[in-house]
C-alpha cells in the first residue's frame, strides 16, 4: 500500500504511548512533505491529541509547538490528598481550550476518530462526527491515564484513556487502506532483562517492560485479525521513557523518514 499511498483513500492510526507518541510528528511532517493527507485519522492518547489537531488543519510545525508546551508537566503535579490523579488537567484544558475554542467531532477538515475507555464498565468509546461532543472534551478522554491525569466526565459518563482497551485503531478504521504507526510496537522495549546495580530501577524497568509488552500483545492480536491493508511504522522507541517529555526533539527525530523507507521497500 505505501507505494501507492494517495490523498484521501487511506486512514491514519496515531497509537498511544505518553511523550513516545512525539515521534508521530516526524511521520506528519514526511506526509506534508509528499503532500499525502489521509481520509480519516485516528488517534488514542497521545496519538489522539496530535491527529486532532491535524485533523482541524494544523501543520506538523504548529503542533510540535504546542507539544513543547507539554514539557512543563512536572510543574502540574497536585500536591492533594484528594482525587484519582496526580496531574491538575485545569492548565492542560486551557491549552486545549485555545487549540479546539469550542469544535465539535463533526467540525473537523478531516473526519476524527478519538478512543476512549468507559472507566466504569470497561467498555471502548469510540468519539466521531456523530457524537454532539467538543474535541477538547473527547480529547481530555482520550488521555486521562489512570492515576497520572484527572478521567474526565463526558454527559454523566466517567473516561480514561483509549490504550485500556485498544492503543492502535485499526479496528475502527473506514479505509480499507491504514498507514498506522505503534510507538508501543516491537521496537518499544529491549529484548533483554533489566541489569542496573540497584534493585529499585530493575524494578521500575521490569514494571514498563511489562506495561509495553501488555499493550504491545494487544495490538498485535488486533492487527492479526484485522482485514485491512495496514502498513505499520513501528518508531525505535526502547530508549525513552513515557514520560520523556522534556526530549521532544530527539523522540520526534524517531517518527522521520519511516514512510519513505517502508515506501522503497
Known amino acids: 500500500m505505501t507505494k501507492n499511498l494517495k490523498a484521501n483513500d487511506f486512514t491514519l492510526v496515531l497509537s498511544g504511548g505518553g ?24 488517534g488514542t492518547s497521545m496519538g489522539g491529541i496530535i491527529g486532532a489537531c491535524m485533523a482541524v488543519g494544523m501543520k506538523e510545525k504548529e503542533i510540535h509547538e504546542q507539544i513543547r508546551r507539554f514539557s ?12 484519582n490523579a496526580v496531574v491538575d488537567n485545569k492548565k492542560i484544558a486551557r491549552i486545549f481550550d485555545n487549540i479546539f ?67 492502535l485503531g485499526i479496528n475502527e478504521a473506514t479505509f480499507d487502506n491504514v498507514l498506522a504507526v505503534d510507538v508501543l510496537g516491537k521496537n518499544a522495549f529491549d529484548k533483554e532483562m533489566p541489569d542496573n546495580f540497584f534493585k529499585t530501577m530493575n524494578v521500575l524497568e521490569m514494571f514498563e517492560k511489562s506495561i509495553r509488552l501488555l499493550i504491545y500483545n494487544q495490538t498485535r492480536s488486533h492487527t492479526g485479525h484485522s482485514s485491512k491493508n495496514i502498513t505499520l511504522l513501528e518508531p525505535e522507541t526502547k530508549a525513552y521513557k513515557t514520560f520523556y517529555f522534556h526530549k521532544t526533539e530527539e523522540i520526534r527525530a524517531l517518527g522521520l523518514g519511516l514512510l519513505s523507507a517502508k515506501r522503497s521497500k
Open 19 to 42: 511523550a513516545l507518541g512525539i515521534a508521530h510528528l516526524g511521520v506528519l511532517h514526511d506526509l506534508e512533505q509528499q503532500h499525502i493527507v489521509p481520509g480519516e485519522i485516528i
Open 72 to 83: 512543563g508537566v512536572f510543574n502540574w503535579v497536585k500536591f492533594s490528598f484528594s482525587g
Open 101 to 167: 475554542k469550542e469544535k465539535k467531532m463533526r467540525d473537523t477538515d478531516i473526519p476524527l476518530k478519538l478512543i476512549a475507555t468507559n472507566l466504569l464498565n470497561g467498555d471502548k468509546k469510540v468519539f466521531d462526527a456523530s457524537d454532539d461532543v467538543c474535541i477538547k472534551d473527547a480529547v481530555l478522554a482520550t488521555m486521562a491515564i489512570p492515576g497520572i491525569f484527572e478521567e474526565h466526565l463526558i454527559d454523566g459518563t466517567v473516561y480514561g484513556d483509549g490504550f485500556l482497551c485498544e492503543n
